[in-house]
Protein backbone atom coordinates (compact mmCIF):
# COMPACT_ATOMS: atom_id res chain seq x y z
CA UNK A 1 0.00 0.00 0.00
CA UNK A 2 1.51 3.11 -0.70
CA UNK A 3 0.88 6.82 1.54
CA UNK A 4 -2.28 7.93 1.29
CA UNK A 5 -2.81 10.98 -0.47
CA UNK A 6 -3.49 13.21 3.04
CA UNK A 7 -0.86 11.66 4.64
CA UNK A 8 1.54 14.20 6.65
CA UNK A 9 5.12 14.21 5.78
CA UNK A 10 7.25 16.99 8.29
CA UNK A 11 9.96 17.49 10.95
CA UNK A 12 10.04 18.34 13.83
CA UNK A 13 12.65 20.70 16.52
CA UNK A 14 12.71 22.78 19.65
CA UNK A 15 13.45 25.68 20.58
CA UNK A 16 15.91 25.40 22.86
CA UNK A 17 17.83 22.85 19.99
CA UNK A 18 17.19 25.65 17.41
CA UNK A 19 17.04 28.90 19.20
CA UNK A 20 19.27 28.60 21.77
CA UNK A 21 18.59 28.78 25.80
CA UNK A 22 15.79 30.95 26.84
CA UNK A 23 17.66 33.09 29.82
CA UNK A 24 15.23 33.00 32.16
CA UNK A 25 15.42 29.36 31.48
CA UNK A 26 15.95 25.61 33.36
CA UNK A 27 18.42 24.38 31.10
CA UNK A 28 20.26 28.28 30.50
CA UNK A 29 21.18 27.78 34.35
CA UNK A 30 22.76 24.24 33.74
CA UNK A 31 24.50 26.21 30.90
CA UNK A 32 26.15 28.90 33.17
CA UNK A 33 27.34 26.13 36.05
CA UNK A 34 29.12 24.51 33.13
CA UNK A 35 27.22 21.40 33.21
CA UNK A 36 26.27 21.16 29.89
CA UNK A 37 27.56 22.49 26.68
CA UNK A 38 26.45 26.26 25.67
CA UNK A 39 23.74 26.15 23.32
CA UNK A 40 24.21 29.97 21.44
CA UNK A 41 21.85 31.05 19.11
CA UNK A 42 20.98 27.24 18.56
CA UNK A 43 20.92 26.75 14.39
CA UNK A 44 20.06 29.96 13.59
CA UNK A 45 16.56 29.43 13.49
CA UNK A 46 15.57 32.43 15.16
CA UNK A 47 16.57 34.79 11.94
CA UNK A 48 16.28 32.38 9.38
CA UNK A 49 12.81 30.34 10.30
CA UNK A 50 11.46 32.06 7.08
CA UNK A 51 14.53 30.43 4.65
CA UNK A 52 14.22 26.87 6.60
CA UNK A 53 10.52 26.99 6.00
CA UNK A 54 10.93 27.76 2.59
CA UNK A 55 13.57 24.98 2.57
CA UNK A 56 10.85 22.09 3.78
CA UNK A 57 8.05 23.15 1.53
CA UNK A 58 10.68 23.07 -1.55
CA UNK A 59 10.47 19.45 -0.34
CA UNK A 60 7.98 18.24 0.16
CA UNK A 61 7.62 18.21 3.76
CA UNK A 62 4.68 20.67 4.46
CA UNK A 63 4.47 19.94 8.49
CA UNK A 64 6.63 21.05 10.75
CA UNK A 65 6.47 20.91 14.87
CA UNK A 66 8.31 23.50 16.57
CA UNK A 67 7.96 24.09 20.33
CA UNK A 68 6.89 28.10 21.77
CA UNK A 69 9.40 28.44 24.36
CA UNK A 70 7.70 29.37 27.55
CA UNK A 71 10.66 30.89 29.01
CA UNK A 72 10.84 33.42 26.65
CA UNK A 73 6.94 34.46 26.70
CA UNK A 74 6.77 34.35 30.28
CA UNK A 75 10.48 34.91 31.90
CA UNK A 76 9.25 36.24 35.18
CA UNK A 77 5.87 34.59 36.80
CA UNK A 78 2.73 37.03 35.23
CA UNK A 79 4.58 39.23 33.54
CA UNK A 80 4.74 38.09 29.78
CA UNK A 81 6.87 39.32 26.90
CA UNK A 82 5.26 40.75 24.12
CA UNK A 83 8.17 40.85 22.22
CA UNK A 84 8.84 37.45 22.40
CA UNK A 85 5.02 36.87 21.75
CA UNK A 86 5.18 38.96 18.52
CA UNK A 87 8.10 37.16 16.94
CA UNK A 88 6.25 33.47 17.50
CA UNK A 89 3.53 34.50 16.04
CA UNK A 90 5.85 35.98 13.14
CA UNK A 91 7.16 32.17 12.96
CA UNK A 92 4.04 30.83 12.63
CA UNK A 93 2.82 33.47 10.00
CA UNK A 94 5.77 32.70 7.93
CA UNK A 95 5.11 29.41 8.30
CA UNK A 96 1.90 29.42 6.85
CA UNK A 97 2.78 32.20 3.82
CA UNK A 98 5.63 28.85 2.76
CA UNK A 99 2.84 26.18 2.70
CA UNK A 100 4.41 24.30 6.03
CA UNK A 101 1.68 23.11 8.46
CA UNK A 102 2.81 24.31 12.32
CA UNK A 103 2.67 21.90 15.08
CA UNK A 104 3.31 23.74 18.30
CA UNK A 105 5.02 21.99 20.91
CA UNK A 106 4.44 23.58 24.79
CA UNK A 107 7.14 21.54 26.60
CA UNK A 108 10.48 20.14 25.20
CA UNK A 109 12.27 19.39 28.50
CA UNK A 110 13.06 23.21 29.51
CA UNK A 111 11.04 25.17 31.38
CA UNK A 112 11.06 28.81 33.14
CA UNK A 113 12.89 28.94 35.87
CA UNK A 114 10.56 30.20 38.46
CA UNK A 115 8.65 27.68 37.02
CA UNK A 116 10.72 24.48 38.21
CA UNK A 117 11.37 26.06 41.34
CA UNK A 118 7.83 25.15 42.58
CA UNK A 119 8.67 21.42 42.55
CA UNK A 120 10.58 19.53 41.37
CA UNK A 121 10.36 18.74 37.25
CA UNK A 122 7.86 21.58 38.10
CA UNK A 123 5.10 19.66 37.52
CA UNK A 124 5.42 17.67 40.60
CA UNK A 125 3.57 20.49 42.24
CA UNK A 126 -0.21 20.29 42.11
CA UNK A 127 -0.49 24.08 42.09
CA UNK A 128 2.24 24.80 39.42
CA UNK A 129 0.45 22.25 37.26
CA UNK A 130 -3.35 22.81 37.35
CA UNK A 131 -2.93 26.48 37.86
CA UNK A 132 0.31 28.17 35.89
CA UNK A 133 0.94 25.50 33.69
CA UNK A 134 -2.99 25.30 32.36
CA UNK A 135 -2.66 29.14 32.68
CA UNK A 136 0.27 29.15 30.21
CA UNK A 137 -1.92 26.30 28.16
CA UNK A 138 -4.94 28.51 27.61
CA UNK A 139 -2.87 31.44 26.71
CA UNK A 140 -1.08 29.95 24.02
CA UNK A 141 -4.45 28.50 22.70
CA UNK A 142 -5.97 32.00 22.64
CA UNK A 143 -2.77 33.37 21.49
CA UNK A 144 -1.49 31.12 18.53
CA UNK A 145 -4.48 29.49 17.97
CA UNK A 146 -5.75 31.11 14.75
CA UNK A 147 -2.22 29.76 13.17
CA UNK A 148 -1.28 26.56 14.65
CA UNK A 149 -2.69 23.33 12.43
CA UNK A 150 -2.03 20.99 15.33
CA UNK A 151 -0.53 20.87 18.94
CA UNK A 152 1.83 18.16 20.58
CA UNK A 153 1.80 19.76 24.21
CA UNK A 154 4.50 18.04 25.97
CA UNK A 155 6.82 16.06 24.45
CA UNK A 156 8.24 12.80 25.53
CA UNK A 157 7.40 12.38 29.40
CA UNK A 158 9.13 9.23 29.79
CA UNK A 159 12.49 10.80 28.42
CA UNK A 160 11.62 13.34 30.36
CA UNK A 161 11.23 12.05 33.86
CA UNK A 162 13.98 9.76 33.28
CA UNK A 163 16.55 11.67 32.04
CA UNK A 164 16.32 15.45 31.82
CA UNK A 165 14.45 15.93 35.26
CA UNK A 166 17.20 13.17 36.19
CA UNK A 167 20.34 15.21 35.27
CA UNK A 168 21.15 12.77 32.48
CA UNK A 169 22.02 9.49 35.01
CA UNK A 170 22.63 6.27 34.26
CA UNK A 171 20.00 3.58 35.09
CA UNK A 172 21.88 2.19 37.99
CA UNK A 173 21.96 5.60 39.23
CA UNK A 174 18.55 7.62 38.88
CA UNK A 175 15.89 7.62 41.54
CA UNK A 176 13.37 5.78 40.28
CA UNK A 177 10.72 7.03 43.18
CA UNK A 178 11.12 10.48 41.64
CA UNK A 179 11.35 9.07 38.14
CA UNK A 180 7.79 7.72 38.48
CA UNK A 181 6.69 10.88 40.47
CA UNK A 182 7.63 13.28 37.53
CA UNK A 183 6.51 10.78 35.33
CA UNK A 184 2.54 10.64 36.67
CA UNK A 185 2.97 14.47 37.00
CA UNK A 186 3.63 14.67 33.40
CA UNK A 187 0.82 12.49 32.20
CA UNK A 188 -1.90 14.57 34.41
CA UNK A 189 -0.50 17.61 33.07
CA UNK A 190 -0.87 16.39 29.33
CA UNK A 191 -4.38 16.17 30.36
CA UNK A 192 -4.69 19.29 31.62
CA UNK A 193 -2.89 20.68 27.74
CA UNK A 194 -5.96 18.48 26.48
CA UNK A 195 -8.64 20.38 28.54
CA UNK A 196 -7.55 23.53 27.54
CA UNK A 197 -6.85 22.34 23.42
CA UNK A 198 -9.91 20.13 22.88
CA UNK A 199 -12.63 21.52 21.31
CA UNK A 200 -10.25 24.22 19.09
CA UNK A 201 -10.86 22.37 16.13
CA UNK A 202 -6.97 21.38 15.95
CA UNK A 203 -5.53 17.94 16.69
CA UNK A 204 -3.98 17.34 19.50
CA UNK A 205 -0.98 14.14 19.89
CA UNK A 206 1.34 12.91 22.31
CA UNK A 207 5.21 12.46 22.10
CA UNK A 208 6.48 9.41 23.79
CA UNK A 209 9.39 8.03 23.53
CA UNK A 210 8.96 3.82 23.01
CA UNK A 211 11.59 1.70 22.68
CA UNK A 212 11.20 -2.38 22.01
CA UNK A 213 13.05 -4.10 24.86
CA UNK A 214 15.23 -7.22 24.86
CA UNK A 215 16.80 -8.30 27.92
CA UNK A 216 19.57 -10.48 26.83
CA UNK A 217 20.28 -12.47 30.22
CA UNK A 218 17.59 -14.35 32.57
CA UNK A 219 18.80 -12.50 35.48
CA UNK A 220 17.44 -10.67 38.42
CA UNK A 221 19.67 -7.00 37.29
CA UNK A 222 18.15 -7.54 33.69
CA UNK A 223 14.59 -8.57 35.19
CA UNK A 224 14.61 -5.33 37.52
CA UNK A 225 15.99 -3.01 34.82
CA UNK A 226 13.42 -4.13 32.11
CA UNK A 227 10.72 -4.08 34.52
CA UNK A 228 11.46 -0.09 35.90
CA UNK A 229 11.86 0.80 31.63
CA UNK A 230 8.62 -1.44 30.53
CA UNK A 231 6.55 0.93 33.30
CA UNK A 232 8.07 4.22 32.50
CA UNK A 233 8.16 3.52 28.56
CA UNK A 234 5.19 1.49 28.19
CA UNK A 235 2.90 0.98 30.56
CA UNK A 236 1.97 4.02 32.59
CA UNK A 237 0.66 6.26 29.91
CA UNK A 238 -0.69 3.14 28.24
CA UNK A 239 -3.19 2.20 31.14
CA UNK A 240 -4.06 6.12 31.48
CA UNK A 241 -4.98 6.11 27.53
CA UNK A 242 -6.62 3.30 27.74
CA UNK A 243 -8.05 2.55 30.83
CA UNK A 244 -8.46 6.45 32.84
CA UNK A 245 -5.89 5.14 35.57
CA UNK A 246 -2.87 6.41 36.81
CA UNK A 247 -0.97 3.35 37.91
CA UNK A 248 2.57 3.98 38.55
CA UNK A 249 5.32 1.20 40.72
CA UNK A 250 4.61 1.40 44.91
CA UNK A 251 1.93 3.42 44.82
CA UNK A 252 -1.84 2.92 44.81
CA UNK A 253 -3.51 3.10 41.43
CA UNK A 254 -5.75 6.05 40.74
CA UNK A 255 -8.96 6.14 38.76
CA UNK A 256 -8.20 9.37 36.69
CA UNK A 257 -11.20 9.21 33.62
CA UNK A 258 -10.14 12.02 31.53
CA UNK A 259 -6.70 10.95 31.41
CA UNK A 260 -8.60 8.18 29.21
CA UNK A 261 -7.92 8.99 25.26
CA UNK A 262 -6.60 12.41 26.57
CA UNK A 263 -5.67 13.16 22.83
CA UNK A 264 -6.52 12.99 19.19
CA UNK A 265 -3.16 11.29 18.01
CA UNK A 266 -1.05 8.98 19.62
CA UNK A 267 1.67 10.12 18.58
CA UNK A 268 5.46 8.79 19.33
CA UNK A 269 9.21 9.30 18.42
CA UNK A 270 11.44 5.61 18.04
CA UNK A 271 14.86 5.74 17.29
CA UNK A 272 16.22 2.51 18.63
CA UNK A 273 15.48 -0.92 20.67
CA UNK A 274 16.70 -0.98 23.43
CA UNK A 275 18.98 -4.22 25.20
CA UNK A 276 19.77 -4.66 28.67
CA UNK A 277 22.72 -6.58 29.38
CA UNK A 278 23.22 -9.05 32.13
CA UNK A 279 24.17 -6.95 35.19
CA UNK A 280 21.22 -4.33 34.36
CA UNK A 281 23.15 -1.92 31.91
CA UNK A 282 21.67 -0.65 29.04
CA UNK A 283 23.23 -2.00 25.59
CA UNK A 284 22.78 -1.53 21.43
CA UNK A 285 19.84 -3.91 20.35
CA UNK A 286 20.67 -5.77 18.26
CA UNK A 287 23.88 -7.04 19.40
CA UNK A 288 25.75 -6.92 15.84
CA UNK A 289 24.09 -3.53 14.76
CA UNK A 290 26.11 -0.32 13.87
CA UNK A 291 26.02 2.07 16.46
CA UNK A 292 25.95 5.50 16.22
CA UNK A 293 27.53 8.17 18.40
CA UNK A 294 24.67 8.62 20.59
CA UNK A 295 24.93 4.66 21.65
CA UNK A 296 22.27 3.37 20.06
CA UNK A 297 21.40 1.12 17.02
CA UNK A 298 19.70 2.38 14.62
CA UNK A 299 16.99 -0.02 13.54
CA UNK A 300 14.05 0.26 11.45
CA UNK A 301 12.25 -3.23 12.28
CA UNK A 302 11.83 -1.77 15.81
CA UNK A 303 10.09 1.02 14.55
CA UNK A 304 7.53 -1.96 12.80
CA UNK A 305 7.06 -3.59 16.53
CA UNK A 306 6.11 -0.23 18.05
CA UNK A 307 3.77 0.41 15.03
CA UNK A 308 1.91 -3.02 15.66
CA UNK A 309 1.98 -3.06 19.77
CA UNK A 310 0.10 0.05 19.35
CA UNK A 311 -1.86 -1.28 17.15
CA UNK A 312 -2.91 -4.25 18.89
CA UNK A 313 -2.85 -2.62 22.55
CA UNK A 314 -4.64 0.72 21.65
CA UNK A 315 -6.89 -0.58 18.67
CA UNK A 316 -9.01 2.59 16.87
CA UNK A 317 -6.47 5.13 17.71
CA UNK A 318 -4.92 6.96 14.88
CA UNK A 319 -0.75 6.73 14.94
CA UNK A 320 1.52 9.35 14.01
CA UNK A 321 5.34 9.27 13.98
CA UNK A 322 6.23 12.38 15.52
CA UNK A 323 10.46 11.49 15.34
CA UNK A 324 12.09 9.56 13.54
CA UNK A 325 15.63 9.82 12.37
CA UNK A 326 19.70 9.59 13.17
CA UNK A 327 22.58 11.65 14.34
CA UNK A 328 25.79 10.67 12.13
CA UNK A 329 27.90 12.30 9.83
CA UNK A 330 27.68 9.48 6.95
CA UNK A 331 24.49 10.55 5.55
CA UNK A 332 24.27 7.10 3.05
CA UNK A 333 23.87 5.39 6.62
CA UNK A 334 21.22 7.80 7.42
CA UNK A 335 19.52 7.43 3.91
CA UNK A 336 19.53 3.74 4.07
CA UNK A 337 17.82 3.90 7.50
CA UNK A 338 15.14 6.31 6.15
CA UNK A 339 14.46 3.64 3.13
CA UNK A 340 14.25 0.64 5.33
CA UNK A 341 12.34 2.98 8.17
CA UNK A 342 9.61 4.46 5.69
CA UNK A 343 8.93 0.85 3.80
CA UNK A 344 8.15 -0.60 7.35
CA UNK A 345 5.83 2.39 7.88
CA UNK A 346 4.22 2.05 4.28
CA UNK A 347 4.03 -2.26 5.40
CA UNK A 348 2.05 -1.24 8.46
CA UNK A 349 -0.13 0.92 6.22
CA UNK A 350 -0.41 -2.61 4.19
CA UNK A 351 -1.49 -4.14 7.44
CA UNK A 352 -4.64 -1.78 8.56
CA UNK A 353 -2.77 0.02 11.41
CA UNK A 354 -3.61 4.01 10.68
CA UNK A 355 -0.50 6.25 10.48
CA UNK A 356 -1.26 9.62 9.73
CA UNK A 357 2.10 10.91 9.47
CA UNK A 358 5.97 10.78 9.08
CA UNK A 359 8.12 13.58 11.43
CA UNK A 360 12.21 13.38 10.52
CA UNK A 361 14.04 14.50 13.56
CA UNK A 362 15.18 16.90 12.35
CA UNK A 363 15.14 19.76 9.54
CA UNK A 364 18.35 21.30 10.05
CA UNK A 365 21.30 20.41 12.12
CA UNK A 366 20.67 21.92 15.77
CA UNK A 367 22.26 21.68 19.77
CA UNK A 368 21.87 18.08 20.64
CA UNK A 369 21.93 18.89 24.47
CA UNK A 370 24.56 17.03 26.21
CA UNK A 371 26.49 16.49 22.72
CA UNK A 372 26.38 20.34 22.03
CA UNK A 373 26.89 20.29 17.99
CA UNK A 374 28.55 17.42 17.52
CA UNK A 375 25.84 15.29 16.00
CA UNK A 376 24.15 15.78 12.68
CA UNK A 377 20.57 15.07 12.63
CA UNK A 378 19.46 17.47 9.57
CA UNK A 379 18.66 17.16 6.36
CA UNK A 380 20.43 20.29 6.18
CA UNK A 381 23.34 21.21 7.49
CA UNK A 382 23.67 24.30 9.14
CA UNK A 383 24.87 26.35 6.46
CA UNK A 384 21.15 25.30 4.89
CA UNK A 385 23.09 23.38 2.43
CA UNK A 386 20.70 20.07 1.49
CA UNK A 387 21.82 16.26 2.21
CA UNK A 388 21.24 13.15 -0.22
CA UNK A 389 18.46 12.40 2.70
CA UNK A 390 16.72 15.58 2.17
CA UNK A 391 16.22 14.64 -1.48
CA UNK A 392 15.49 10.91 -0.13
CA UNK A 393 12.31 12.67 2.10
CA UNK A 394 11.28 14.88 -0.97
CA UNK A 395 11.09 11.82 -3.16
CA UNK A 396 8.57 10.21 -0.90
CA UNK A 397 6.68 13.57 -0.39
CA UNK A 398 6.24 14.13 -3.58
CA UNK A 399 5.93 10.64 -5.15
CA UNK A 400 2.06 10.09 -6.82
CA UNK A 401 0.15 8.75 -4.56
CA UNK A 402 -0.39 5.27 -5.60
CA UNK A 403 3.29 4.24 -7.16
Not at 83 to 110: I, Q
Not at 232 to 249: F, K
Not at 340 to 361: C, K, M, N, P, Y
Not at 376 to 384: K, V
Request: net charge negative.
Amino acid sequence: MAFPDDFWWGTGASSTQAEGAAPDGDWFALEQRGLVPRSGEGNGFATRYAEDFALYAEHGLTHHRLSIEWARIEPREGKRDGAAVEHYRAVLDAAKAAGVHPWVCLHHFTLPGWFTEMGEGGFVDDRARSYYWARHVAFCAETFGDLVFGWKPINEPSAYAAIYSQGGRSVAKRDWRKVFDVLGATLLAQRDAWRELRGGGKPVATIHSLSPLFTMANTVPADNTERLLEETIWDAWMRADRDGVLELPDRPSREVPDLREACDLVGFSYYSATGVAADGRLVPYPPNATVGPLGYAPWSEGLGIVLHRLADELPGRPLLICEHGIGTEDDAWRCDVLSESLQTVEDALADGIDVRGFFHWTGVDNYEWNHGYDVEFGLFDRNREARGSAALMAGYARRPRGA
